[in-house]
């Protein structure tokens, strides 16, 4: 039985789930994703619009994304052309966000790597990750 991980594209800079979930194929996958999605957004639609859910199969294997706008039934009273203009936007906002987010986590690399040639203190980790990355 294949292994489903998760990573959570929000506001500040994701979440990646390292237990995974066993599940018996990609279709039982997805609709246990777009239930977890649906909690999620759950009374904060507005909020979580343009976070997104990426599923992978086996820890490495991208096998979809789920746009929260996709499944956003605070959208339903729109018409198809109006909801696709909003979901659209949505996916511009997300590509916006996780520009700025790599950049944020670029700039403090650098400032990192810049305070380790002085020998002064840096950043070693920042949420559990390493700031400064492996070049090998």
């Not at 292994?3 to 990609?26: R, S």
């Not at 246990?32 to 599923?55: G, H, I, P």
């Not at 020998?119 to 990355?133: E, M, T």
Request: aromatic share 8%.
């Amino acid at each position: 039985m294949p292994k489903y991980t998760f990573k959570l594209w929000d506001d500040d800079g994701g979440v990646e789930d390292d237990i995974g979930v066993n599940l018996p194929d990609a279709d039982t996958a997805f609709r246990y994703a777009c239930e977890v999605v649906s909690e999620m957004m759950n009374c904060r639609e507005r909020r979580t619009r343009s976070w997104q859910l990426d599923v992978y199969e086996d820890d490495h294997k991208k096998v979809f994304e789920i746009p929260f706008a996709a499944l956003d039934r605070t959208l339903d009273h729109l018409n198809a052309v109006m909801r696709q203009a909003v979901e659209e936007s949505v996916r511009r906002i997300r590509s916006v966000k996780d520009t700025f987010q790599a950049a944020r986590i670029t700039v403090g690399e650098a400032k990192s790597l810049v305070a380790r040639s002085r020998g002064k203190p840096y950043l070693a980790a920042d949420r559990g990750r390493k700031v400064i990355r492996d070049f090998r």
